[in-house]
């Protein structure tokens, strides 16, 4: 088990190492969503909590991030929500009231050299708030194709941020700072795809390779559940849309 373990770590391993460039040494950040709902419903308050890392590993204290909100007919109702500080560094929250429309559109302006990044779009349900349902738990089979529940959580956790999957063509217009290798059109074992995303460190090279400073993914906050979502999302050749 061992041997395996290490020839994946070797192999399989090396191909999810974000490789270091000059042009990553500027400002950029990576977002993470804790809790990311895959509906909600109109009217009842959510709560939104979320890191913001430059690099995607030092957290990034002291910032003043925003929420954009977009719902209604052709999303043409939009609203600001400025989102507080929490006791940990570089952990944020931010509270609103659900508005109307089928779909909801969350940017979020991380306040650090213009980044933002989009959510996927979070369908909005009349009902009860009991009835919200979280993708952290996996959600339910008829609440969104698996696939796309992956994908959003690949947004969400900040993956988008430093890897490409060419084979999804609604992820073009994220953007992508390119430090990570292309994950489209390949497949990758999927217990490694989880003790990558939940236990990174365990996974890390001890020595940089061919004399070069590599870095390496961080450790984000990727329960079990979402990494075998995200990593069923990688490991499919196409994805439904959400129109």
Request: net charge positive; glycine share 10%; with cysteine.
């Amino acid at each position: 088990m061992r041997k395996a373990m290490a020839m994946l770590a070797g192999g399989a391993g090396a191909v999810l190492l974000m490789a270091a460039a000059p042009a990553m040494r500027g400002g950029w950040a990576v977002l993470t969503v804790h809790e990311l709902p895959e509906s909600v419903v109109a009217g009842e308050r959510v709560t939104l909590t979320f890191s913001l890392r430059q690099h995607g590993e030092e957290m990034l204290a002291g910032r003043e991030p925003t929420l954009q909100l977009r719902s209604g007919a052709l999303l043409g109702s939009r609203q600001r929500v400025a989102a507080e500080r929490t006791r940990q560094p570089g952990v944020y929250r931010a509270t609103f009231a659900v508005p109307d429309g089928e779909k909801l559109m969350v940017r979020v302006d991380t306040d650090f050299h213009g980044w933002n990044v989009d959510l996927w779009p979070i369908a909005v349900r009349a009902g009860s708030a009991a009835s919200n349902v979280s993708l952290a738990s996996g959600g339910h089979a008829s609440e969104a194709p698996a696939q796309e529940r992956g994908r959003a959580l690949f947004i969400a956790k900040g993956c988008v941020g430093c890897h490409t999957k060419s084979d999804d063509a609604q992820l073009e217009d994220y953007p992508q700072m390119r430090v990570g290798p292309e994950l489209g059109g390949r497949s990758f074992p999927v217990d490694f795809l989880v003790r990558k995303m939940t236990d990174a460190a365990s996974l890390r090279p001890e020595q940089p390779r061919f004399g070069a400073r590599i870095a390496v993914m961080p450790q984000l906050e990727v329960s079990a559940d979402e990494a075998r979502a995200i990593a069923g999302y990688l490991n499919a050749r196409s994805v439904a849309s959400r129109d």
